[in-house]
């Protein structure tokens, strides 16, 4: 079984023993062990009874302008499973569970962490991951051959998380009523453009070439995210899009190289030695599997 497949029906960054990371209004990052789920306990379906885990949403999150309020709450009528209004509380991969308590059942299984964690949705919280890449090409401009493979070797715009400090595919949150095709149009603007620091002028021509680049993606995937901050009452989804620069002169000529202060970002070599943030290795192997790049 693939590592693709794998990842499809079982969580793993989102369970013991990996620890639940939150930084604090202090700054400081605090961490909160998740009860021990045995693969074969996963399931709702399969009875683990002392099954019984802390419920944690962080602080900030209960005061949030942007997060739901909390369950029983007056005036707060969730509609689960459907379109609430703007907000998306649909699953990209089918019917979620609804607990005793109204409160929606992460719909991959157990987490060994109850509550919200620092999500704001009840249920599915979704995001859109723009994955553009590149060929990687030598001074003369010829492709690189990878030695053991013998094929080209791909390159993605990377980012590192400023949360977990890991590299990920510059991904964002779909804002409520907002298209997901335009959310990672904006997410890739937002991250990654803004590092270039090109100037006014160089910026309008820019947008331009990133508007265009950014209507003609493929989509490699829609579902759940093994996320580490995903709970057994909120988790992460995504539409993830492949924009792939053929030539190198479009979006791929741009040097993204981070200021002092910006958040730090690449063209990075992609591999399967590669170590990303949630399941974002996933989506580049299937981006390197379509453009039959090197793996
Ligand atoms: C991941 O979290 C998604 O794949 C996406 O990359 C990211 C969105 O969350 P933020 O980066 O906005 O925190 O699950």
Redesign the pocket.
Known sequence: MSAWRTTRYFHLKCRFPHEYQYKGPDGQTHRIVRQEVPAGQIAWDTSYDVYDPIAFTAPHVLKAPWADPKIGHEGFHPQWNQMDGLVNRQSHEGVYRISDHNEPLNIRGRTGLKGRGTLGRWGPNH?A?PLVTRWHRDAQGQKVIHADSQKPILQFVSIQRRDTGEW??P???VDPGELVSETVKREFMEEAMDSTQASAKERESCLALVRDFFSRGQEIYAGY?D?PRNTDNAW?E?VAFLFHDDTGEEVGRFDLKAGDDAQALQWMDISSDLNLY?S?LDFVQKAAELKEAHW
């Open positions: 995001a991951d990920a595919i991904g964002g949150m995210v996320d992460m995504t949630a974002h």
